[in-house]
């Protein structure tokens, strides 16, 4: 690989470098090549990433849609943020009109278009290396449904699964569902979909608005059940990647009977965090975290406000400490201390903007 250069050092030196390099590097020579294409540099390069992002903090990844065309955009979280990005070509030429984020785990992005239908396009994507894979159809369902998804990894095999809850539609005016729902799950060492043997819980992910965190090898889902009398009762439903079963957190009191679409579920640092997103009429917002996985106790309010007269739906997260939102068709960033708002100038549908850490990695799909 090199006269002067022992391979160990070598190796050690490009697990640092970041993945454009790395990809240009790819054509210095057929050594090289295979070696930064190697299964084993991949995941050594992987973990030499995960453990730089703890010290150094994450990008923010940014989709939004702008004239029905979605745009993803890598951010840094810095004093330039939002004067400054790379935008990722997206790779998919599919006559649909929205592709939502499924989920991220480990530099790849999974996507789903079309999720009414039986002609459900799913894709894992690694934005990075410009690669992607489509996956096959899963089994047409019968009738009128709606699916949600899930992505994550396996902690013991490492191998990215896809989940889909399937509910079948029993009255389309109301989005009745026939409960409980039907489950699959996609294994990418298996390129095959199959059903699971676990019990499903009769409860109902919210429609159209649902979204997903994958935190200590589960996916979680802000779900809602039909409460005796009326009303509904809010919960967080989880699937466990390595028992393929699921499991349920409460919420805080004061988000467990707050209007399903008001909510949505976000990793944050290395816990669960779920964002209340106010009515429109008063812009309230707050985000509660929970500081001990899996303790319905920990969980705690991190912020709240009320910005009057300006609706705006809670995103994410900034490593100083404020919160970005999608405020009058922009991408804005609060800062709690000043209770100031300040808009970066990246414009998009506020329903469809899309915000999380990301980071840069070579995994391969």
């Not at 889909?164 to 095959?192: A, D």
């Not at 004061?254 to 209340?276: D, E, H, N, R, W």
Request: aromatic share 12%; glycine share 8%.
């Amino acid at each position: 690989m090199s006269d002067y250069i022992p391979d160990e050092l070598l190796i050690e030196i490009l697990a640092r470098l970041p993945v454009a390099s790395l990809l240009r590097f790819q054509s210095v020579c057929k050594s090289w090549y295979s070696l930064i294409t190697n299964p084993g540099f991949v995941t050594k390069h992987l973990i030499q990433s995960i453990a730089d992002g703890k010290r150094n903090g994450d990008k923010l990844l940014v989709r939004l849609y702008d004239i029905n065309k979605a745009r993803y955009l890598l951010l840094n979280d810095d004093d330039k943020f939002g004067g400054e990005y790379l935008e990722f070509e997206f790779p998919f030429k599919i006559p649909v009109a929205y592709f939502r984020v499924v989920g991220r785990c480990n530099g790849l992005l999974c996507v789903a278009g079309d999720y009414f239908t039986d002609k459900a396009q799913i894709m894992i994507w690694n934005p990075s290396t410009r690669k992607s894979v489509t996956l096959p159809m899963a089994p047409k369902p019968q009738g009128p449904h709606m699916c949600v998804y899930g992505f994550g990894s396996h902690p013991t095999t490492h191998e990215y699964e896809v989940i889909r809850i399937q509910y079948e539609i029993i009255e389309m005016g109301e989005y009745e569902f026939k409960l409980p729902p039907k489950v699959e799950i996609y294994t990418r060492g298996t390129r095959s979909w199959r059903g699971i043997s676990s019990a499903v819980p009769s409860y109902r992910i919210v429609n159209y608005m649902w979204c997903q965190a994958f935190v200590d090898g589960a996916v979680h889902w802000v779900a809602y059940e039909t409460c005796v009398g009326g009303g509904v009762r809010n919960l967080i439903m989880l699937f466990n990647m390595a028992s393929e079963t699921f499991c349920e957190f409460k919420l805080p009191p004061t988000l467990a009977y707050q209007p399903p679409p008001s909510l949505s579920i976000k990793k944050f640092g290395q816990s669960l965090a779920v964002l209340c997103s106010g009515p429109r009429d008063a812009g309230g917002c707050c985000i509660w975290v929970m500081k001990e996985y899996g303790v319905a106790e920990s969980w705690t309010k991190l912020f709240s406000s009320n910005l009057l007269g300006m609706p705006n739906k809670t995103l994410g997260f900034r490593r100083n400490g404020e919160i970005l939102l999608a405020s009058d068709n922009s991408l804005a960033s609060y800062a709690p201390g000043t209770n100031t708002l300040a808009t970066t100038g990246i414009r998009g549908s506020s329903l469809a903007f899309y915000v999380d850490p990301f980071m840069q990695t070579l995994v391969l799909v």
